[in-house]
């Protein structure tokens, strides 16, 4: 079986390279990292999962139910603000920064059913990120 906090440390890697590509990819995986990590919580608390499209809006709604509002809005917000600019919207320049703090969020969020860390830097990410900040 997949373990979607793969995805999450796909992220972490993706997050610091100097293409955008990369940075989309970045925070649509750690959405996703949250996301089917939550599903599946959930799913093992008796909360009804549909495995479609309703589990967006379905799985945010148990967050609020089973742990607190916050981790709700917050899982809300990484699908409506983070994930959706980076899969859909084309005009908009998406930052290194912007890809960080969309992973920052997903551990917030699976932090609060299940402990998580990310690896530490390799040091060729190191390298990339004092180019950015250039």
């Known amino acids: 079986?997949?373990?979607?906090?793969?995805?999450?440390?796909?992220?972490h890697e993706l997050k610091s390279a100097n293409s955008e590509t990369k940075i989309?990819?970045?925070?649509?995986?750690?959405?996703?990292?949250?996301?089917?990590?939550?599903?599946?919580w959930l799913r093992?608390?008796?909360?009804q999962i549909f495995d479609d499209g309703r589990d967006h809006k379905n799985v945010a709604r148990g967050l609020r139910s089973?742990?607190?509002?916050?981790?709700?809005?917050?899982?809300g917000s990484l699908y409506r603000d983070n994930r959706?600019?980076?899969?859909?919207v084309l005009t908009k320049t998406l930052t290194p920064k912007e890809a960080d703090d969309a992973i920052q969020l997903s551990v917030a969020i699976i932090n609060k059913f299940q402990p998580i860390s990310l690896p530490q830097q390799k040091?060729?990410?190191?390298?990339?990120?004092?180019k950015i900040k250039k």
């Open 123 to 130: 040091p060729q990410q190191q390298n990339a990120i004092q």
């Open 66 to 75: 089973k742990i607190d509002r916050a981790t709700g809005y917050q899982l």
């Open 84 to 88: 959706a600019d980076a899969d859909y």
């Open 44 to 47: 093992n608390q008796n909360w």
């Open 1 to 11: 079986m997949f373990d979607p906090a793969n995805f999450l440390y796909l992220a």
């Open 24 to 40: 989309r990819t970045s925070i649509s995986r750690a959405y996703y990292s949250a996301f089917l990590l939550s599903r599946e």
